[in-house]
């Protein structure tokens, strides 16, 4: 019986096997020429959900990280199990969709913007166990499941409700931009509130708008990291999840060598059962083209510039000298700690960094930080200019009074485009000593062009793939422009507890004890206030929350209502919490003597 299940496994398995290479983004409208399914339904959802938490389980037991489940592979996979079960015959067993395209075109068509292409199919309807099993049976199958190149899965699953016909895909990416965190290897929920956590790295690239490798990380149950402190970056880690029952996001933030931040999440339930109806797409990784930054403030300066964590810095592969005499050196003032200077000598010193897959046709300004050793002369020291795609800009000539003070670095704006032109296909910064004194090279960074500040402001990312990268902001007037400081993604907020207070007082007599409400401001530094609706209540503020009282003198017998509301203050946007009192009015109030039992122990 288990070799002719093993045989019924084999029949049913097809397997998409491809190199992760990028592909150009296609439209949706022609990718998709039938309309998918609205929506997922619960035992489906959850056979996914178990589909790829069991998957995990067969990498890990091979020594293989785990799969972050990812909502764009999904909508994919799900959308070919249907296209395959409801626009094909009976018996069709294959990787093209009925529009002609494969595994590749589809996870583009529905936003991944990663590399993806290998493809898990199942042609019917198995349970989970049945799926990674039969997969796991199979070399090609296995191979995609056990690719230690992949970090995230989407899964597919669909079955039709007349005849029980179904299909399921998985599929697998990886994306530069994005070093997930799984907890617990993808399990839908917990009973244990100490968790395993595995936090991928990201890996050494080049290019200017690629992060280094994390060197420190945090990890926390809220997504402004209270309280929380930099630890050095371990892949393995075991946290204690929020206690009680619900629902349980743990947030990671990593920071590289140059101190660009990412900040990644997991989801999963605590407690048992499992609510099955509350499952939701909104626990799987994603992408979005834009991210919305908070609390932004110019000081006086009306505009303000993005950045996420784009910079050429000395130690890229592609920095070098170009003529002249040079070194790299160690400096405790330059970012990351190394610097190029551009030694004195007969003739110039120059050097450069150069990329190609930077971001084209989009207008920025790049902010060479530079230091020199005598910034007395009223004469020529240095020169920057920009050359993208073919077309320079500057040079931007430096006089020794144009530095604030010796030894110290200053930064120098020049605005540029790097323009697409397959024959001039560079970026091109480059950097020259044309006076009698050093010149030390430090970074580039580069910030999207002036907008006017409005908080908070949603910023479209060019490229299109915002995945938690921490973002860089100036504020500048057109002339002078501020340092750089990272933008806030989380809302301010106002934590008050508990949520709701009960009094009971005698009509008439002594007023109830005074309850303690705590608040706390989330996520932001701001002072707060706090009201109240009603004659017989009293809100009172006191060390880090309030004093809420009540007065029942005069009252009849009953049931009162009224509200205590906590509203932030200072020109700070949260919104403002109420919480309800209730007043209950007797006649007297009796005590209860409990009865007092002594245990003795021998």
């Known amino acids: 019986m288990r070799r002719l299940l093993h045989l019924f496994l084999l029949?049913?398995?097809?397997?998409?096997?491809?190199?992760?290479?990028?592909?150009?983004?296609?439209?949706?409208?022609?990718?998709?020429?039938?309309?998918?399914?609205?929506?997922?339904?619960?035992?489906?959802?959850?056979?996914?959900?178990?589909?790829?938490?069991?998957?995990?389980?067969?990498?890990?037991?091979?020594?293989?990280?785990?799969?972050?489940?990812?909502?764009?592979?999904?909508?994919?996979?799900?959308?070919?199990?249907?296209?395959?079960?409801e626009n094909r015959p009976i018996g069709y067993c294959g990787h093209q969709d009925t529009n002609g395209n494969w595994p590749v075109y589809r996870a583009r068509a529905f936003g991944y913007l990663g590399f993806a292409g290998a493809e898990n199919a199942f042609c019917g309807y198995v349970?989970?166990?049945?799926?990674?099993?039969?997969?796991?049976?199979?070399?090609?199958?296995?191979a995609n499941l056990l690719d230690p190149a992949s970090r995230e899965v989407g899964l597919g699953y669909y079955q039709r409700s007349g005849d029980g016909r179904g299909y399921i895909a998985q599929k697998?990416?990886?994306?530069?931009a994005y070093a997930p965190v799984i907890i617990e290897n993808e399990a839908p929920f917990t009973s244990n509130p100490s968790v395993n956590l595995y936090i991928y790295n990201r890996t050494e690239q080049s290019g200017f708008a690629s992060m280094g490798p994390a060197t420190q990380m945090m990890v926390s149950n809220d997504a402004c990291f209270s309280d929380r402190a930099w630890e050095p970056f371990a892949s393995h880690k075991t946290w204690t999840l929020e206690g009680g029952q619900g629902w349980r996001t743990v947030y990671v933030k990593t920071r590289d060598a140059l101190n660009r931040t990412a900040t990644v999440s997991d989801t999963i339930y605590l407690g048992e059962p499992l609510?099955?109806?509350?499952?939701?797409?909104?626990?799987?990784?994603?992408?979005?083209?834009?991210?919305?930054?908070?609390?932004?403030?110019?000081?006086?300066?009306?505009?303000?510039?993005?950045?996420?964590?784009?910079?050429?810095?000395?130690?890229?592969?592609?920095?070098?000298?170009?003529?002249?005499?040079?070194?790299?050196?160690?400096?405790?003032?330059?970012?990351?700690?190394?610097?190029?200077?551009?030694?004195?000598?007969?003739?110039?010193?120059?050097?450069?960094?150069?990329d190609t897959t930077f971001i084209k046709d989009t207008p920025m300004t790049a902010y060479i930080r530079l230091k020199t050793g005598s910034?007395?002369?009223?004469?020529?020291?240095?020169?920057?200019?920009?050359?993208g795609g073919g077309v320079e800009y500057g040079p931007r000539r430096l006089r020794g009074v144009d530095f604030a003070a010796p030894n110290q670095y200053q930064e120098f704006a020049i605005d540029f485009t790097f323009h697409s032109n397959p024959n001039e296909p560079f970026l091109i910064f480059q950097f020259w000593r044309s006076g009698t004194t050093d010149i030390y090279v430090d970074a580039v960074t580069i910030f999207s062009r002036p907008q006017p500040i409005t908080s908070p402001l949603t910023w479209n990312v060019p490229g299109g793939n915002y995945r938690g990268q921490g973002v860089w902001v100036r504020y500048t007037d057109g002339v002078r422009f501020s340092g750089m400081v990272e933008a806030a993604t989380t809302p301010m907020q106002l934590f008050v507890s508990p949520t709701e207070l009960t009094f009971l007082a005698?009509?008439?007599?002594?007023?109830?004890?005074?309850?303690?409400?705590?608040?706390?401001?989330?996520?932001?530094?701001?002072?707060?206030?706090?009201?109240?609706?009603?004659?017989?209540?009293?809100?009172?503020?006191?060390?880090?929350?309030a004093r809420i009282s009540v007065n029942p003198a005069g009252l009849s017998n009953g049931i009162y209502s009224g509200n205590v509301t906590v509203r932030a203050t200072g020109g700070?946007?949260?919104?403002?919490?109420?919480?309800?009192?209730?007043?209950?009015?007797?006649?007297?109030?009796?005590?209860?003597?409990?009865?007092?039992?002594?245990?003795?122990?021998w």
């Open 11 to 85: 029949a049913g398995l097809l397997i998409a096997l491809a190199h992760y290479v990028p592909y150009s983004h296609p439209s949706p409208s022609r990718a998709l020429a039938h309309a998918e399914p609205a929506y997922q339904t619960a035992d489906l959802l959850y056979n996914e959900a178990r589909t790829v938490h069991l998957g995990n389980l067969a990498r890990r037991a091979n020594g293989i990280p785990p799969l972050r489940w990812n909502r764009q592979l999904t909508a994919a996979a799900r959308w070919f199990a249907w296209d395959s079960t």
């Open 127 to 142: 349970p989970p166990e049945g799926a990674i099993e039969g997969w796991m049976n199979s070399p090609g199958h296995r």
């Open 172 to 176: 697998f990416g990886v994306d530069s």
């Open 275 to 354: 609510p099955v109806q509350e499952l939701s797409d909104a626990h799987l990784s994603t992408t979005q083209p834009y991210v919305t930054l908070y609390h932004l403030d110019g000081g006086g300066l009306p505009m303000v510039q993005f950045s996420p964590g784009w910079i050429a810095d000395d130690t890229y592969p592609t920095f070098g000298r170009l003529w002249g005499a040079g070194e790299r050196i160690s400096d405790p003032d330059a970012w990351g700690g190394t610097a190029y200077r551009l030694l004195p000598g007969s003739g110039e010193t120059s050097a450069w960094v150069w």
């Open 375 to 387: 910034n007395v002369s009223n004469q020529e020291i240095a020169q920057v200019t920009v050359k």
């Open 506 to 545: 005698a009509r008439d007599g002594t007023p109830p004890p005074a309850a303690f409400l705590r608040v706390a401001p989330v996520c932001a530094a701001f002072t707060w206030e706090i009201s109240h609706d009603a004659p017989w209540l009293n809100a009172e503020k006191t060390g880090s929350g």
């Open 572 to 601: 700070a946007s949260t919104a403002s919490v109420s919480v309800p009192v209730r007043l209950i009015v007797v006649d007297r109030l009796f005590p209860v003597y409990l009865p007092l039992t002594a245990r003795g122990y």
